[in-house]
Nanobody
Framework: VQLQASGGGWVQTGGSLRLSCAAS????????MGWYRQYAGNPRELVAV???????NYADSVKGRFSISRDNAKNTVDLQMNKLKPEDTGVYYC???????????????????WGEGTLVTVSS
């Protein structure tokens, strides 16, 4: 599975950006799709994730400002980022987790896929 992300860029504090990610390739079932970010030497951290059923989980720092959405038929996930702050700056990575085949689903095994990051810069 390949994940292609787009939509990063530069924005001033308070601005908005929308990230999009499309998954392609063969996979039996994608369970979750989401976004992580990494800044400088810090660990990669969860921003938001969404399940096939529409359940979501957000980092506390982005609740009320970011919104994640997903098109299961197209295997795409979007992240609408509003009221951006300088601390939102970082490289954002698209993520997908799923069962690569029916056997792995039966076994309960999942595989995690990462896209190449897209840079988001928020200036003060």
């Amino acid at each position: 599975v390949q994940l292609q992300a787009s939509g990063g860029g530069w924005v001033q504090t308070g601005g908005s950006l929308r990230l999009s990610c499309a998954a392609s390739g063969s996979i039996f079932r994608i369970i979750t799709m989401g976004w992580y970010r990494q800044y400088a030497g810090n660990p990669r951290e969860l921003v938001a994730v969404i399940t096939t059923g529409g359940g979501t989980n957000y980092a506390d720092s982005v609740k009320g400002r970011f919104s994640i959405s997903r098109d299961n038929a197209k295997n795409t996930v979007d992240l609408q980022m509003n009221k951006l702050k300088p601390e939102d700056t970082g490289v954002y990575y698209c993520n997908a987790e799923g069962n690569v085949d029916i056997q792995s689903r039966k076994d309960g095994r999942t595989t995690t896929f990462w896209g190449e990051g897209t840079l988001v810069t928020v200036s003060s």
